[in-house]
């Protein structure tokens, strides 16, 4: 459950900043590349995923459910580009100003029109952009192309110093 609003969008830049890194990766011949047609390319999901902050800060700030028409923007790589780093940033404005009680406030879907937390529209938020990374990630392999790693630590890893310290002594260690 989130609680506070300064603490959510902390923990929303440290998302941000991974998906920065993924965004930062796509050779620029390839931001209108699409894998097959009617698919997005990717300076529209960078484009799609800043709307998104803004739906979801809109929604909760001032109750109104709007998508911006993000699509425009999505001509050019530095369009997207502005558009990605803009629109986020004008969705966290939204949200700074708000008390952390606005996060139990019940909000409405548009579409089922069912209440849900305010906290968990932020929850969606976060995933809606995780949604969004992981397909530009997918796309980078699609590519050819190195996808960056996200600062996490690997099963690899874990494989590698548990099998060193579960590693018999050797007799010359004693």
């Known amino acids: 459950m989130i ?37 997005l390319s990717p300076a529209e999901i960078i484009c799609r995923i800043a709307a998104g902050h803004l739906m979801y800060a809109g929604a909760i700030a001032i109750g109104i459910w709007e998508v911006d028409e993000y699509e425009i923007s999505a001509t050019t790589w530095n369009e997207a ?4 780093h803009h629109k986020t940033e004008e969705a966290l404005d939204l949200l700074r100003p708000l008390p952390n009680s606005i996060l139990k406030a019940k909000c409405s879907r548009p579409d ?37 790693n996200l600062g996490g630590i690997t099963i690899e890893t874990v494989r590698a110093i548990a099998g060193e310290a579960n590693a018999p002594l050797d007799e010359n260690t004693t």
């Open 3 to 39: 609680t506070d609003i300064e603490e959510f969008i902390k923990s929303f830049h440290g998302q941000r900043r991974r998906t920065q890194w993924v965004v930062d990766a796509v050779p620029l011949e390839k931001t209108q590349w699409r894998p097959w047609p009617g698919e």
């Open 81 to 84: 580009l502005s558009y990605f």
């Open 112 to 148: 089922d029109n069912i209440p849900t937390t305010a906290w968990r529209f932020l929850l969606a938020m976060l995933e809606h952009e995780i949604h969004h990374r992981s397909q530009l990630n997918t796309y980078l392999m699609l590519m050819n192309v190195r996808q960056p």
